[in-house]
């Protein structure tokens, strides 16, 4: 079987790759190593305000389960900062339905499709990526393409065997664990949740996102290996033992748990090769703080697409070649995710009471410009009062150009 592209991995980065490819004229093939396509969810289900705008990614109507208009965030003392709007600005979707809905785009564009098929190593001629050796339902299937697209996820097979990403170092790596619940005792159903603080999520933060009135995602994402028990450990304990997750819990129900693994560390280094492309949370194209990729997976995938298609069209299927990629996708969004990396790094050395200090300062907007690695438009220097601690973390933002 020969095609333009061979994408690996049917998620949002990798339909979204086919799709755009396909709009270009390419022909493609699509492999997914599971048999249903979006199960087991591994996400919180929010595309939000951090990331591309909606404008930027179709997203399917059949998947939106609860359109969201703003968030509270709740320092470690539970000072809240509030941030809403009037109208949506991101949804709760329904993962399942999400990529399915997506991968029946790309079927509908001409793409073709197999499931169960696990890619266990990478055709190379001449030095050059050219195809994937899977094995699917038993049978060992090769499929040659032009150019691979490694769309396959955290633990990326294309990545890894390729040597674009050997490995995950475990500080860039997050663990999470998901109950999906009824019977929550929501305040705000259009209004997404998070926690912070030491005891309450080691270098993460706990989300309630709201699906319907009285259901909801109540996850947790804590550093790999930091603190004293694991994801599941604390999750529980901010469920029975927080003043805000007993009483929002109270009379809730799980009807589903789930776990998973999210990259903070930024993007590879490179993710590019003679015949070979990298999308999503295979390049490492996650919010360094928030952990959100949905939408980052699918601008980039649409670039990514675009340009594998031009490459073919041109007989250059380089690594030069395909470098465009990198230069259009990193120009969009390289800048913000440098700095949102530094500004994590910095957050995690900051004690509970400076993040109890600076909920008293920050606004919403404050904070939806931050995670977007922009500059906060107000003066912080005076608010701070002589609090030492907090002066430091302001003149730290202020190296990182994050506030004037």
């Given amino acids: 079987m020969n095609y333009d592209l061979v994408i690996v991995g049917a998620g949002p980065g990798g339909t979204s790759t086919a799709i755009s490819a396909l ?43 609860n359109p969201i208009r703003g968030f ?76 691979v697209v490694g769309a396959d996820g955290v633990n990326s097979t294309v990545a890894r065997i390729s040597g674009l990403r050997k490995f995950i170092k475990p500080r860039d790596l997050d663990t999470s664990a998901q109950f999906e619940m ?91 090769a003679d015949g070979l492309m990298l999308v999503g949370d295979a390049a490492g194209q996650v919010h360094p703080i928030t952990g959100g990729g949905i939408g980052y997976a699918m601008v980039c995938g649409s670039i990514a697409g675009k340009v594998a298609v031009e490459c073919i069209e041109n007989g250059d299927v380089s690594e030069k070649s395909l470098s465009k990629y990198e230069s259009l996708w990193r120009e969009k969004y390289g800048h913000e995710f440098s700095q949102m990396l530094a500004l994590r790094n910095l957050l995690e050395e900051t004690d509970d009471e400076v993040l109890d200090d600076l909920a008293k300062i920050l606004t919403g907007e404050n904070v939806v410009e931050l995670t977007a690695g922009k500059k906060i438009g107000v003066v912080l220097r005076a608010a701070a009062k002589g609090n030492v601690k907090l002066i430091k973390l302001l003149n730290e933002l202020r190296k990182l150009q994050l506030i004037q």
């Fill in 23 to 65: 709009k270009a004229g390419g022909k493609v093939m699509i492999l997914d190593r599971k048999t249903n396509v979006g199960v087991p969810v591994q996400c919180g289900e929010a595309i939000g305000k951090t990331g591309p705008s909606l404008a930027e990614i179709d997203v399917p109507k059949r998947a939106v389960l």
């Fill in 182 to 272: 009824v019977g929550v005792n929501i305040e705000d159903v259009d209004l997404m949740e998070f926690y912070l603080g030491r005891n309450v999520a080691p270098r993460g933060y706990v989300w309630v996102f709201p699906k319907s009135e009285n259901r909801a995602n109540v996850g947790i994402g804590i550093g790999a290996g930091m603190g004293e028990k694991t994801a599941y450990g604390y999750l529980m304990d901010f469920i029975k033992n927080n003043p805000r997750g007993k009483e929002l819990c109270k009379d809730a129900k799980p009807i589903e748990f789930r776990v998973g693994a999210i990259p903070l560390g930024g993007p590879n280094a490179k993710n590019v």
């Fill in 72 to 147: 509270k965030i709740f320092s470690p003392n539970l000072t809240p900062v509030v941030y809403a709007k009037s109208e949506a600005e991101g949804y709760i979707v329904d993962r399942r339905v999400f990529d399915k809905e997506l991968l029946a785009r790309a079927c509908d564009l001409g793409a073709d499709v197999m499931v169960g098929a696990n890619v266990v190593d990478l055709i190379y001629e001449d030095g050059k990526v050219s195809g994937v050796v899977a094995r699917c339902f038993g049978e060992k299937v090769e499929v040659r393409g032009e150019v």
